[in-house]
């Protein structure tokens, strides 16, 4: 799987947990996705449906 790239990681919001990162993607007008940041280890948005898979469940 492909990393994420630093450059993406550092314009991007930072959330220290998913449900900070969930609360702020549920406030938004497009559908947004919480993942973890395999560069900075926090979680970040995304409106990509595509690409990495997301894990099913929590923790």
């Known amino acids: 799987m492909k990393r994420t790239r630093l450059s993406v990681c550092r314009r991007k919001a930072r959330f220290v947990s998913e449900a900070d990162a969930l609360v702020v993607a549920a406030a938004g007008r497009v ?5 973890r940041c395999d560069r900075c280890l926090q979680f970040h948005l995304t409106s990509r449906t ?4 997301v ?4 923790g």
């Open 31 to 35: 559908p947004l996705k919480v993942y």
């Open 50 to 53: 595509k690409g990495k898979r």
């Open 55 to 58: 894990a099913l469940g929590h």
